[in-house]
T-cell receptor, first 115, second 111 residues
Framework: GAGVSQSPSNKVTEKGKDVELRCDPI?????LYWYRQSLGQGLEFLIY????????KSGLPSDRFSAERTGGSVSTLTIQRTQQEDSAVYLC?????????????FGPGTRLTVT | SQQGEEDPQALSIQEGENATMNCSYK?????LQWYRQNSGRGLVHLIL?????REKHSGRLRVTLDTSKKSSSLLITASRAADTASYFC???????????FGRGTSLIVHP
């Protein structure tokens, strides 16, 4: 079946512009995660959705970052007034959610470059 | 903050050799997962081991978990050039449902 998809795959933007990143999770996966990965680094947790609600937004680095999820499916991560330090690969993952933790399925990521 | 930390940061071996990577963590966990990442893109799940398990196998992969030492190891036997990738451990604690990833081990397998 179809995996997690993300768009765009690459985005180059000028400092100060807003960007929207999109994630389409696997159908039926109730949990959705956004991570950020800078060059050669590990994954930095940003936000987690359970259904349409976000019980944990603790990873969002500043109030310029926001995310929403509608219909328990597609999620968008918005970065306002982008800064050069926002340049990174933004990864989305989805998983089933129940009494146990299930493996996460990752999308290919969006590489964001802020010039 | 990182919960799991992989060791070594980088590993370079010849094809056919075994590769061992370690992950240490600080707090009690429910489970630990290993993922592989090629070319800085999406991660692929390899193995999940629960806190009450000590060893799991999947093909050429063997994962061990020692909760008393708060550590896990990933062994890749008979490595291939295609195993070249970054390997990450991810731990989940409490009821968070949010795996915390380490910085990864970069493995290079020379043909």
């Amino acid at each position: 079946g179809a995996g997690v998809s993300q768009s765009p795959s690459n985005k180059v933007t000028e400092k100060g512009k807003d960007v929207e990143l999109r994630c389409d999770p696997i159908s039926g996966h109730t949990a959705l995660y956004w991570y950020r990965q800078s060059l050669g680094q590990g994954l930095e947790f940003l936000i987690y959705f359970q259904g349409n609600s976000a019980p944990d937004k603790s990873g969002l680095p500043s109030d310029r970052f926001s995310a929403e999820r509608t219909g328990g499916s597609v999620s968008t991560l918005t970065i306002q007034r982008t800064q050069q330090e926002d340049s990174a690969v933004y990864l989305c993952a989805s998983s089933l959610l129940g009494r146990e933790t299930y493996e996460q399925y990752f999308g290919p990521g969006t590489r964001l470059t802020v010039t | 903050s990182q919960q799991g930390e992989e060791d070594p940061q980088a590993l370079s071996i010849q094809e056919g050799e075994n590769a061992t990577m370690n992950c240490s963590y600080k707090t009690s966990i429910n489970n630990l997962q290993w993922y592989r990442q090629n070319s800085g893109r999406g991660l692929v799940h390899l193995i999940l081991i629960r806190s009450n398990e000590r060893e799991k196998h999947s093909g050429r992969l063997r994962v061990t978990l020692d909760t008393s030492k708060k550590s896990s190891s990933l062994l890749i036997t008979a490595s291939r050039a295609a195993d070249t990738a970054s390997y990450f451990c991810a731990t989940e604690s409490g009821g968070s449902y949010i795996p915390t990833f380490g910085r990864g081990t970069s493995l290079i397998v020379h043909p």
